[in-house]
Nanobody
Framework: QVQLVESGGGLAHTGGSLRLSCAAS????????MAWFRQAPGKEREFGAV????????LYAESVKGRFTISRDNAKNTVYLQMNSLKSEDPAVYYC???????????????WGQGTKVTVSS
């Protein structure tokens, strides 16, 4: 019921930054918890970060903690992922997800974007 469209992916250098955006539309989109997952070639989908529907709480994977920041602007129905200090293990397709549970499990989310590719050059 919630449609998600990611943008902001591209090429960055090691130590550089990117900001991903996810625009949500559809009925009751503002009451969903919003998360970012990523999937590298040959690997399973991996949790990155989640933010509560009202922005009061966040949870990060250890692999990105201290480097990535998730935020949301409910007035614009948009969630962001600020990615700093990019490393060689960060290249992947990044997916935005929405769900009713505040969770790090991909199966708890029922709405997904199409993904945006992040590439990091050495």
């Amino acid at each position: 019921q919630v449609q998600l469209v990611e943008s902001g992916g591209g090429l960055a250098h090691t130590g550089g930054s990117l900001r991903l955006s996810c625009a949500a539309s559809g009925r009751t989109s503002s009451v969903y918890h919003m998360a970012w997952f990523r999937q590298a070639p040959g690997k399973e989908r991996e949790f990155g970060a989640v933010i509560h529907w009202n922005g009061v709480g966040t949870l990060y994977a250890e692999s990105v903690k201290g480097r990535f920041t998730i935020s949301r602007d409910n007035a614009k129905n948009t969630v962001y992922l600020q990615m700093n200090s990019l490393k060689s293990e960060d290249p992947a397709v990044y997916y935005c997800a929405a769900g009713a549970r505040f969770s790090a499990k991909s199966t708890d989310y029922n709405s997904w974007g199409q993904g945006t590719k992040v590439t990091v050059s050495s």
